[in-house]
């Protein structure tokens, strides 16, 4: 019977869902996810219909009562909003509960008095989801980097707002009337303030900035300005210089400043910025994120991916909530097995027992292309098709690119088909006598 972590889930709404329906539903992920159990789930309305199948009695309206609850390990605060959520989570580190956030508004206004509290009762606050939703960044900044000197961290921070620019530069219209559709789309909020004045994204790049320079960040002192005066007439300018318009969120170390006595001085902003075509953030459109890093002595690195979202928001809550529940594991176990051999963070130690069962490349299903050279006569495509078919490998094209010294070029692409199928048809084909040379296949990205 394995370890169970209790949770308290305050909030059942986009992330709350995507977070308990990875956790009722562990197989095929890390076995740790067998070990939590969602203890009690707190909401303002119990009787709303819900996309998950809980038991009705966990869910409550007695929010105080989960951050209280003594059997409860890890709170994990996915309501959003100042407050309550703010005094939620102070409880719920009173009371000796790990907790995990999503609430980006809260950590980057709060974050002063709720570390400082964790740090006094000894438990952690782990917000992974807070920043680019799905898109790993906080841990990695945390311990995959930790290495280096961060020297800045640029991000497209903000889906709404990248959508929108993504539309105007792609149809050439005006912000206000694309605003109105992402509306409606459900893209952008009845209320696009916080996104379209660059606001969530200012929170976002205070959180970062905070963990890369090792410094807490006031809000007040990070530059904001967002998109809303940015006209088709201004993308199609960039555009003819050669760039595109894009919400930046910036954190950088003052290079002047780092060289003095100053080390500390640094550079935190949002605003839009003309960023070059061939520039990596140039291409993440619609309401994709992506962040990217510039490290001493690593050089740049980029995260990339769904920045929000009910199932790639909830994969950043769930892996925080594991870290935590490895930490406990290991604590409780009195760091021995019953075994006696000692017991490892089942996260950075995993114990596989068995070998996965790798499919013979034969079996790849996929499309293929190849080229062959061939004798100019009449009648060769189609010996070729008869060939292929015989063999159960359709295909997409075949054509006849070029031709010299009375030999011709062909290029075949296939349907998605049995590699096994392809490399018997070409076995075949090699020994026809009007067949000169294959040289082989090469596999299509579907
Ligand atoms: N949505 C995303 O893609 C995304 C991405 C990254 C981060 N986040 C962050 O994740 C957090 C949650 O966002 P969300 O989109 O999941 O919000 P949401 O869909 O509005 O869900 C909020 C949930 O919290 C409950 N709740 C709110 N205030 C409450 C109160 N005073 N008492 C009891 N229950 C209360 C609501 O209960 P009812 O259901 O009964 O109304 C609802 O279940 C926010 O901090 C957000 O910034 C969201």
Known sequence: MPVVFQIGLLGLGTVGTGTANIILNPEQRHPLVREL???????????KARSVDLPPEVVT??????????????????????????????????????????????????????????????????LEAAVG?????????????????????????NGTTNYILTRMQQEGGDFEEILADAQELGYAEADPTADVDGFDAADKIA?????????????????????????????????????????????????????????DRLEVRVHPTLVPKEHPLANVNDVFNAILVEGDPIGQVMFYGPGAGSGPTASAVVSDILNVAALLKVERS???????TPMLDPLLAPSHQHYCSIRPIDDLETRFYTRLLAKDEPGVIGTLGICFGKNN??????????????????VIVTHKVREGNVRQALKAIRDFDVVEYVPGILRVLD
Not at 73 to 98: C, F, N, T, W, Y
Not at 401 to 410: F, L, P, S, T, V
């Open 37 to 47: 159990n969602i203890a009690q789930v707190g909401v303002r309305s119990p009787d």
């Open 61 to 126: 309206t007695d929010l105080d009562g989960i951050v209280t609850n003594p059997d409860i390990d890890i709170v994990v605060e996915v309501m959003g909003g100042i407050e309550p959520a703010r005094s939620l989570v102070l409880k719920a580190i009173q009371h000796g509960k790990h907790v995990v956030t999503a609430n980006k508004a809260l950590i980057a206004r709060h974050s002063d008095e709720i570390f400082t509290a964790a740090e006094a009762a000894g438990v952690y606050v782990l």
């Open 133 to 157: 939703g799905g898109i790993p960044v906080i841990e990695p900044l945390k311990q995959s980097l930790c290495a280096n000197r961060i020297d800045c961290i640029t991000g497209i921070l």
């Open 207 to 263: 959180i970062v900035a905070a963990l890369a320079y090792g410094g807490r960040i006031n809000l007040d002192e990070v530059y904001c300005e967002g998109i809303r005066q940015i006209t088709a007439t201004d993308i199609d300018y960039a555009d003819r210089l050669g760039f595109v318009i894009k919400l930046l969120a910036t954190a950088r170390r003052d290079r002047q400043s780092s060289q003095s006595s100053q080390s």
């Open 334 to 340: 009195g760091s021995t097995k019953p075994d006696g």
């Open 393 to 410: 490998v359709s295909l997409e094209s075949i054509v006849q690119i070029d031709k010299h010294n009375e030999q011709a070029e062909i």
